[in-house]
């Protein structure tokens, strides 16, 4: 590296290696509200039953299970999720959301996938999530 660094690039560089980083360690089984991921074989399963989802819907809900409890702005997850680094006018996370409702709550009591208005979104395990 030359020296001295411009603090762009220093911050682009540090950005690289904690997306690497977090890459690495999403390499796990994750478990929630008897949501199972396997990340290894791109399954989802929920009460015993397999969740037939799509690459990108099984990365979405990947992100929003390792982050449950925390609110997960739109912003944040075009980042991690597609990878946009700027801030983008689109519904796609809006989208992607609704299908994943369709797949992973329906047919539940208890949702695992909650809206924040004027937020984003937030995954939280039955116990944690509120009655409605």
Same mark, same amino acid.
């Given at each position: 590296?030359?020296h001295?660094?411009?603090? &762009? ?6 950005? #690289?290696?904690?997306?690497? +980083?977090?890459?690495r360690?999403?390499? /796990?089984?994750?478990?929630l509200g @008897? ?11 929920? %009460? /015993?039953? %397999?969740?037939?989802? +799509?690459a990108k ?9 390792? #982050?449950? @409890? ?5 912003? #944040? ?5 597609? /990878?946009?680094?700027f801030?983008? %006018?689109? #519904? ?12 992973? %709550?329906? &047919? ?6 909650? +809206?924040?208005r @004027?937020? /984003? ?8 999530a509120?009655? +409605?």
């Amino acid at each position: 590296m030359a020296h001295p660094l411009h603090p &762009g690039e220093l911050r682009c560089r540090i950005e #690289n290696l904690l997306a690497l +980083t977090s890459r690495r360690r999403a390499s /796990g089984t994750l478990k929630l509200g @008897g949501l199972t991921l396997e990340p290894s074989r791109r399954r989802a399963v929920r %009460d /015993g039953r %397999d969740l037939r989802l +799509t690459a990108k819907e099984f990365a979405l809900l990947y992100y929003l299970v390792a #982050n449950s @409890g925390e609110i997960c702005s739109r912003e #944040n997850i075009l980042r991690h999720v597609w /990878g946009y680094d700027f801030h983008a %006018d689109t #519904n796609v996370t809006d989208v992607y959301i609704r299908h994943l409702r369709l797949k992973v %709550d329906k &047919g539940h009591r208890q949702k695992l996938i909650h +809206t924040v208005r @004027g937020a /984003g979104y937030v995954v939280k395990a039955p116990e944690m999530a509120p009655y +409605t």
